[in-house]
């Protein structure tokens, strides 16, 4: 999907996006941000915070810099931490796949459902792993392409209409992993039957 496209795709699931993560996707968002080991003094980077249904998770004792490619989101998320009193939250527009930060600013990333949404997941995961420190800790919850060979199936038929609403269903965890150079720590599912999986790498650079 081109940037223009996914930019008017969540404009439009701006006034709704909350009703709808909060009730499916933001179990394991919790948990991935309660899982992530945060220190004080440490700064996160939330790529894609989306409307920051995140952000009050994150403990006030860090420093956390949420961007996204949504304005429209972002106006939300900045109601949200205003409202929240989040002082230790700061937003900005931004492409995932060009990071407007240094080298090694950052001691972990939060990627909740973002690789699956952009153009090239690989680029964020470069960009991603440039920004972080070494030895860092990147959190990533994302939907993959199930090992089930009729989930599979549905899910490649299904592809082009998910596309049309902001997301693709075919992106395989394992190839994921490999050509994103990862290295995993722990990767699972919430539940038995989940479609999204929580993922920990350790950045190696």
Not at 28 to 37: D, E, F
Not at 97 to 104: R, S
Not at 131 to 136: A, I, L, Q
Not at 182 to 199: A, E, N
Request: aromatic share 10%.
């Amino acid at each position: 999907m081109e940037l223009e496209s996914i930019k008017k795709i969540y404009a439009g699931y701006s006034k709704v996006y909350d009703a709808i993560f909060k009730r499916f996707f933001y179990p394991r968002i919790k948990h991935a941000v309660h899982s992530m080991g945060i220190a004080p003094g440490d700064k996160i980077l939330d790529v894609g915070v989306g409307t920051g249904l995140s952000l009050p998770l994150f403990p006030k004792y860090c420093k956390v810099t949420g961007i996204d490619l949504s304005s429209a989101m972002l106006k939300k998320a900045r109601q949200k931490a205003k409202k929240l009193h989040l002082d230790h939250i700061e937003l900005l527009e931004m492409d995932a796949m060009n990071l407007n930060f240094p080298d090694n600013t950052f001691d972990k990333v939060f990627i909740s459902h973002v690789v699956s949404v952009v153009p090239d997941p690989y680029k964020v995961m470069s960009e991603v792993r440039r920004v972080c420190k070494k030895g860092g800790r990147i959190a990533i919850v994302n939907h993959f392409k199930s090992k089930n060979k009729v989930m599979a199936g549905m899910e490649k038929i299904f592809n082009p209409v998910s596309k049309k609403i902001g997301w693709r269903s075919d992106l395989c965890l394992d190839e994921f992993v490999k050509k994103a150079h990862l290295h995993v720590d722990k990767k699972y599912k919430l539940k038995k039957i989940d479609l999204w999986h929580v993922i920990f790498a350790t950045n190696h650079k």
